[in-house]
């Protein structure tokens, strides 16, 4: 009897929950149900964070929007939708603009300081005078990007795809550029001191009169490239492939030139590493 009493007290425990399990699954799937299709985000939610009474906007729709000098710092925008939309001298300080569409946005002079745009879409984007200290911009696609005169000192630029991109007088010291794809890029007077550009593919980019003090090229694919009025004092060129690159009126005081290919660079005015001028 007390066996029996034992045997039937499991079964019900086990109804029991097997019904609770019933009553979660219910509730649920009615949670699913009551979000909005595909996550969509309501123009309700929409105006609330351009109140300023939300800080987040997963999603949102901002397509084409006037938000000059509007104030987003430490606001959350994951896959939102700015393309085209004018952000001129906003604050996207600490911003979370992870895989956001900023495709031919207007960001000159924005502070993005310590941003997080990994993934982002930036094409043709202008960013011209825009702070990017810090900011993690690994992955984003800045193809056709607008950079000129912008502080991306120690940024995050792993992977990123620079094709095309102005990067004219760029501060670009400290920042990690491993992997990053710079071809037809705009260099022209950037600051690159110290930089890590080991084993980069820098064919046919203009670097006339940038600043590239102890930057570590050895390896670097070179080929084609203009060096004009640059200056390598200390640099590392090691095993660097110059073929065909102009190097004219550059400072190459301290720099290491060992295995290094030369076949038809020009070193005209040059300040050789042992200090000397080069002579036509």
């Not at 109804?15 to 969509?40: D, I, K, N």
């Not at 037809?184 to 950037?190: I, L």
């Not at 001191?193 to 009169?209: E, V």
Request: proline share 1%; charged share 25%.
């Amino acid at each position: 009897m007390i066996g029996r009493t034992r045997i039937g007290d499991k079964w019900e425990l086990s109804r029991m929950r097997e019904a609770l399990r019933g009553q979660w699954a219910a509730a649920l799937l009615a949670l699913v149900l009551s979000l909005p299709a595909g996550g969509a985000v309501s123009g309700e939610d929409v105006d609330a964070f351009l109140k300023g009474a939300a800080k987040t906007c997963i999603e949102c729709d901002l397509v084409g929007r006037d938000l000059r000098e509007r104030d987003f710092k430490r606001t959350r925008l994951d896959r939102v939708k700015l393309r085209g939309a004018d952000l001129s001298q906003a604050s996207l300080f600490r911003t979370s603009l992870l895989r956001a569409d900023l495709a031919a946005a207007k960001l000159a002079g924005a502070n993005l300081n310590l941003a997080d745009a990994k993934w982002a879409d930036l094409t043709g984007a202008n960013l011209a005078g825009a702070l990017l200290f810090e900011a993690d911009l690994s992955g984003a696609n800045l193809s056709g990007a607008d950079l000129r005169g912008a502080y991306m000192g120690r940024a995050k630029l792993n992977q990123a795809n620079f094709t095309g991109a102005n990067l004219r007088a760029t501060d670009l010291r400290a920042a990690r550029l491993a992997g990053a794809t710079l071809k037809g890029a705009d260099m022209r007077g950037a600051r690159l001191d110290k930089q890590n550009l080991r084993g980069m593919d820098l064919q046919g980019i203009n670097f006339a009169m940038a600043d590239m003090v102890e930057a570590d090229l050895s390896g670097a694919d070179l080929r084609g490239a203009t060096l004009a009025g640059v200056n390598l004092f200390a640099a590392n060129l090691h095993g660097a492939d110059l073929r065909g690159a102009n190097l004219e009126g550059a400072n190459l005081t301290n720099a290491i030139l060992s295995e290094t290919q030369t076949e038809g660079a020009k070193f005209e005015a040059a300040i050789m590493p042992d200090g000397r001028r080069s002579e036509p």
